[in-house]
């Protein structure tokens, strides 16, 4: 039989390896030390708790803490320690620390997970480098909110509580590059971390934004392409239309009979091509505005961008940010398959625990499904990768932090069962809404159209 980990060494990458140098007694144990997690350690296993925490979120069982404290008696008593009584656990455990020693966690997991996770979307950035040498990502983002009952998170209702989760994923890596918690009326736009920017290209759907982002994230050096609500009423100076026939026409100064020039939201362009425009800013500056018509809702859609038009023409615009929908596919992961659903609780320190919990999760299975698909030589895609080995998971994370020759032979007897789990070719409709980053590659890898002097 070939090398369990042929494209990796054995003896520096391996599963077990990656999962004890984040998930061993000794690193929980010093985590948990440095977080202030509990009051008194002589009597709390901090390795024991985080262990149980995460087999909770596993089996989509509630995250409470008497079924944290149930689930916790049960392991000690498997290892044969004696446990603690409800009073004890609840007194040494400081919830107000259990989000920061969780966060930590999460951020050493992160880290890992740039460095090994394979991703499928990091030929969509080097497709985008050939164009933008000096870019180096592709950022995403999006906020979607958790119900709960902690009263320190307003809902978009007088009757409902919400917590907002707000990350920006790298397609380099398909991991997680800053992520944020507020209440769920908290502004999407508020939450882009604009120094993160420099020589990267975020895509974003930012509603109704501040005139001021776009100069800020150019001041800051980085791309932007950015969803808007609607057509505004800003003055085009130029526009270049895409014809059905498959042409491109360029229209200079076109004014009103007033001598004015048109505004974007005007009957004038009202037509059923896409328009690519150059529109005049209050500050007197020049903004690329892209609307893509489409043809199935048949209206347009209005994007925001400083990609320079000879390096992706409007239908390009249109199909890049379709690349956006990774996010979406990453909060359905996290909520489906990471137990990232209601919490019913009123202290805010257990919603934020939750939710960097179902983040370590994620990351995990994550890790785990990017190493198995070495050991089976093929490709998962996200959602099945997160969501077949549920079974296998918890098993894997035991025999990695107690043996990796035990792991070898775990993961050698289940090996064809994983060649299973190979992702499917993307369905034709799925292709054209975007959801196959091989069809987005290819569109942006083309030659833009020129336009014609009309």
């Given at each position: 039989?070939s090398?369990?980990?042929?494209?990796?060494?054995l003896?520096s990458?391996?599963?077990?390896?990656l999962?004890?140098?984040?998930?061993?007694?000794?690193?929980?144990?010093?985590?948990?030390?440095?977080?202030?997690?509990?009051?008194?350690?002589?009597?709390?296993?901090?390795?024991?708790?985080?262990?149980?925490?995460?087999?909770?979120?596993?089996?989509?069982?509630?995250?409470?803490?008497?079924?944290?404290?149930?689930e916790?008696?049960?392991?000690?008593?498997?290892?044969?320690?004696?446990?603690?009584?409800?009073?004890?656990?609840?007194?040494?455990?400081?919830?107000?620390?259990?989000?920061v020693?969780?966060?930590?966690?999460?951020?050493?997991?992160?880290e890992?997970?740039?460095?090994?996770?394979?991703?499928d979307t990091?030929e969509?950035?080097?497709?985008?480098?050939?164009?933008?040498?000096?870019?180096?990502?592709?950022?995403?983002?999006?906020?979607?909110?958790?119900?709960?009952?902690?009263?320190?998170?307003?809902?978009?209702?007088?009757?409902?509580?919400?917590?907002?989760?707000?990350?920006?994923?790298?397609?380099?890596?398909?991991t997680?590059?800053?992520?944020?918690?507020?209440?769920?009326?908290?502004?999407?736009?508020?939450?882009i971390?604009?120094?993160?920017?420099?020589?990267?290209?975020?895509?974003?759907?930012?509603?109704?934004?501040?005139?001021?982002?776009?100069?800020?994230?150019?001041?800051?050096?980085?791309?932007?392409?950015?969803?808007?609500?609607?057509?505004?009423?800003?003055?085009?100076?130029?526009?270049?239309?895409?014809n059905?026939?498959?042409?491109?026409?360029?229209?200079?100064?076109?004014?009103?009979?007033?001598?004015?020039?048109?505004?974007?939201?005007?009957?004038?362009?009202?037509k059923?091509?896409?328009?690519?425009?150059?529109?005049?800013?209050?500050?007197?500056?020049?903004?690329?505005?892209?609307?893509?018509y489409?043809e199935?809702?048949?209206?347009?859609?209005?994007?925001?961008?400083?990609?320079?038009?000879?390096?992706?023409?409007?239908?390009?615009?249109?199909e890049?940010?379709?690349?956006?929908?990774?996010?979406e596919?990453s909060?359905?992961?996290?909520?489906?398959?990471?137990?990232?659903?209601?919490?019913?609780?009123?202290?805010?320190?257990?919603?934020?625990?939750?939710?960097?919990?179902?983040?370590?999760?994620?990351?995990l299975?994550?890790?785990?499904?990017?190493?198995?698909q070495?050991a089976?030589?093929?490709?998962?895609?996200?959602?099945?990768?997160?969501?077949?080995?549920?079974?296998?998971?918890?098993?894997?994370?035991?025999?990695?932090?107690?043996?990796?020759?035990?792991?070898?032979?775990?993961?050698?007897?289940?090996?064809?069962?994983?060649?299973?789990?190979?992702?499917?070719?993307?369905?034709?409709?799925?292709?054209?809404?975007?959801?196959?980053?091989?069809?987005?590659?290819?569109?942006?890898?083309?030659?833009?159209?020129?336009?014609?002097?009309?």
């Amino acid at each position: 039989m070939s090398s369990l980990y042929p494209r990796s060494d054995l003896s520096s990458n391996s599963l077990s390896s990656l999962l004890q140098s984040v998930l061993s007694d000794l690193e929980i144990n010093n985590l948990a030390h440095d977080t202030k997690l509990v009051v008194r350690s002589r009597l709390f296993d901090p390795a024991v708790f985080i262990y149980t925490v995460i087999g909770i979120l596993n089996r989509d069982k509630e995250f409470t803490l008497r079924n944290i404290h149930y689930e916790y008696t049960c392991n000690m008593l498997k290892k044969g320690k004696e446990s603690l009584s409800w009073e004890p656990f609840y007194d040494f455990l400081d919830k107000k620390q259990m989000p920061v020693f969780l966060k930590s966690l999460c951020d050493r997991l992160n880290e890992i997970s740039i460095n090994e996770v394979l991703s499928d979307t990091k030929e969509l950035v080097d497709a985008l480098r050939l164009k933008l040498p000096n870019l180096t990502d592709l950022l995403i983002q999006d906020g979607s909110e958790i119900a709960c009952n902690c009263r320190e998170y307003k809902g978009k209702f007088e009757d409902a509580n919400e917590a907002k989760l707000h990350r920006t994923l790298s397609l380099s890596s398909f991991t997680e590059l800053c992520s944020s918690i507020t209440s769920g009326v908290a502004s999407e736009r508020k939450e882009i971390s604009l120094y993160k920017l420099e020589n990267r290209l975020l895509l974003a759907d930012a509603g109704y934004p501040s005139k001021k982002l776009f100069p800020k994230i150019a001041h800051a050096k980085g791309y932007y392409l950015i969803k808007l609500k609607s057509g505004s009423a800003l003055e085009v100076v130029s526009y270049n239309q895409y014809n059905t026939d498959g042409t491109v026409t360029e229209f200079k100064n076109v004014k009103t009979r007033f001598n004015t020039y048109y505004k974007i939201k005007d009957e004038f362009f009202n037509k059923k091509c896409t328009f690519d425009f150059e529109v005049l800013t209050a500050e007197g500056s020049i903004q690329r505005i892209v609307a893509v018509y489409n043809e199935a809702l048949d209206k347009h859609v209005y994007f925001a961008t400083n990609i320079p038009k000879d390096t992706l023409d409007a239908i390009q615009i249109g199909e890049l940010y379709r690349a956006r929908w990774q996010v979406e596919i990453s909060f359905r992961i996290l909520k489906g398959f990471c137990s990232l659903k209601k919490c019913n609780t009123r202290k805010s320190g257990i919603v934020q625990a939750l939710i960097y919990l179902s983040q370590i999760v994620y990351l995990l299975k994550l890790i785990i499904g990017q190493q198995l698909q070495k050991a089976a030589d093929t490709t998962f895609s996200p959602k099945k990768q997160v969501n077949r080995i549920k079974c296998h998971f918890m098993d894997i994370i035991e025999l990695a932090l107690d043996s990796a020759e035990r792991l070898k032979s775990y993961i050698e007897r289940h090996l064809e069962l994983f060649k299973t789990y190979t992702k499917s070719a993307p369905s034709f409709t799925n292709r054209m809404r975007g959801k196959s980053i091989r069809h987005i590659i290819e569109v942006v890898s083309k030659t833009p159209r020129m336009p014609k002097n009309a």
